[in-house]
Structures are given as structure tokens and as C-alpha cells.
């Protein structure tokens, strides 16, 4: 019988956010950024996003909206997988990571943001960490 098991990680992306959410307004959504699986084909991944020094109103967050590209079609941003990341309160960088499922296609990631002030003009960044199960 075989036994099921994580395969090691892959190493972590470069910062694939580029500069799409410095000073991101309140309320608003950034553009999108891609991040390519059609190739890779990796299960999961864990999303790291680094926030530049804000102090965000109390219960302020960002979230992560993922929509996917079926290689022909992108879905609109009003669909996808949302994912809500509380912000930490007090005056600081800060810091989310989650883990995500991961569809063999190219992927759409944006930004909305919560906080209940302006993301830091610079010092945003977004990582990808994917990996895969392997069985013995």
C-alpha cells in the first residue's frame, strides 16, 4: 500500500505584486497580477503578502481574490475564491500568509483593501510557495 505524503516545497516566488498596490485607496481593488500553474500543475500553495507600515482602523483587512484563466477566458473580478486577511492593529508592516488550492491554470490575483486607511506607497509585496503531495 502506498503511503501519501507533502513533497517538499517548491522555493518561494519572486514578489509577483510589482508595485500594483502601493498607496491602494481605501475601498479600492488593485489591478491584477498573474501567477502561472498551467505548466507546474502544483496543488497548493501558501500566499504570502507583506504590507508596508500602516496603523489600519480597528477590524481593517485585505483580501486576496483569485480568479483563474481558463486559457482562453479570464473571469471577471466580481467572481472567484475571496480570501479575508484580518489586519494586525498598531502602527507596523504586516505580515498574512494562507494556504491555497491551487487549479492547473494561469491565475489572477488582486488586492482589495479594507484597512480603513491608504496601503504604504511602497514595501508591498506578494509571494507564491507552491507544492505537491507525493505517495511511497
Not at 500594483?20 to 498551467?38: F, I, K, M, R
Not at 480568479?67 to 467572481?79: A, E, F, L, M
Request: glycine fraction near 6%.
Amino acid at each position: 500500500m502506498a503511503t501519501a505524503k507533502w513533497a517538499a516545497p517548491s522555493t518561494r516566488s519572486s514578489n509577483i505584486l510589482s508595485t500594483v498596490a502601493n498607496s491602494l485607496a481605501n475601498g479600492s481593488e488593485s489591478s491584477t497580477v498573474t501567477y502561472d500553474n498551467s505548466t507546474n500543475r502544483d496543488l497548493y500553495a501558501l500566499l504570502t503578502l507583506k504590507l508596508g507600515s500602516i496603523t489600519p482602523s480597528t477590524g481593517g483587512s485585505v483580501s486576496l481574490r483569485i480568479t483563474i484563466n481558463d486559457g482562453t477566458d479570464t473571469s471577471d473580478k466580481v467572481g472567484g475564491e475571496v480570501y479575508v486577511l484580518p489586519l494586525t492593529s498598531g502602527a507596523s508592516a504586516k505580515v498574512n500568509v494562507v494556504r491555497v488550492q491551487l487549479p492547473p491554470f494561469s491565475l489572477r490575483i488582486s488586492l482589495v483593501n479594507n484597512a480603513g486607511v491608504t496601503l504604504a506607497s511602497s514595501a508591498n509585496e506578494l509571494y507564491v510557495r507552491p507544492w505537491n503531495e507525493e505517495s511511497n
